[in-house]
């Protein structure tokens, strides 16, 4: 069980920014559909610059319905609580554990994030 890829969250360059068109004339029927289109950075993440995508390589936590390929999106910032699933750095490995309160006591445990979404491939 490894985690593949660890790396910031690269923001959009482009933005889009709806406007009407410059020409003359007849305008398009079809200008109401310049909308944005959907940014999931913006949607499943709170906190960019503390937030982190990692791949999961293996079906080693299928207990906590991660599977191989999935992506963790996981949030530095956030405070873990009792019950949530967090990525915590135990013996020199990273592991995913469900945070309990003997996690929460347990010096041995550095907490690293907590995953805010799992991503599945269909």
Do not use: C
């Amino acid at each position: 069980m490894e985690l593949d890829e660890l790396h910031k969250i690269k923001r959009p360059e482009q933005t889009h920014k709806a406007g009407s068109s410059e020409q003359t004339g007849f305008p398009s029927p079809a200008t109401h559909y310049l909308e944005s289109t959907l940014d999931l950075n913006l949607i499943l993440t709170k906190n960019r610059d503390a937030t982190f995508f990692i791949r999961v390589k293996g079906n080693g936590w299928s207990e906590h319905t991660i599977r191989d390929q999935d992506v963790l999106i996981i949030d530095r910032s956030l405070h873990a609580t009792v019950g949530k699933l967090a990525v915590v750095v135990r013996d020199g490995d990273f592991k995913v554990e469900r945070i309990t309160k003997l996690t929460e006591k347990d010096s041995e445990v550095m907490l690293w994030g907590v995953i805010t979404y799992i991503i599945h491939a269909l």
